[in-house]
């Protein structure tokens, strides 16, 4: 078994596309409309869906928003310098929530994006300590 994808609904699917690949360098996979049930799916990622986790955002056809609730967290991305990243993300016009530097209760260094509907995305440094 393993993790195919995550899947978030986004109100408005270029912003996000544009986002996730223009800020956080992802490559859309692929993308295609349903006009039965008047939704689109885009698959985005690192690598190809054969051996890589992806994002499905589903656009529902005139839903422009929604609300998060409470039970949502983040996503986690590892990369090399989360430093780097951080300066990246606000230098493509991300949204940075917190700024990069040791999490609050360990060393680990860490920083949070926001996506356009809102979601969060957490980069954690490559050298992590797993527990």
Do not use: C
């Amino acid at each position: 078994m393993r993790l195919l994808h995550t899947m978030l609904r986004v109100g408005n699917l270029e912003k996000s596309i544009q986002f996730y690949t223009q800020v956080l360098g992802m490559t859309l996979i692929r993308q295609k409309e349903y006009p039965k049930g008047e939704f689109t799916l885009a698959f985005l990622g690192y690598g190809d869906e054969e051996s890589n986790t992806v994002l499905e955002l589903t656009y529902n056809w005139g839903v422009d928003s929604y609300e998060l609730g409470t039970a949502y967290g983040h996503i986690a991305i590892e990369v090399p310098d989360v430093y780097a990243m951080a300066d990246a993300i606000k230098a493509a016009g991300g949204k940075l929530i917190r700024e990069a530097g040791p999490m609050n209760a360990g060393n680990t260094i860490i920083a949070f994006a926001e996506d356009p509907d809102g979601y969060q995305i957490e980069f954690i440094g490559e050298n992590h300590v797993r527990s």
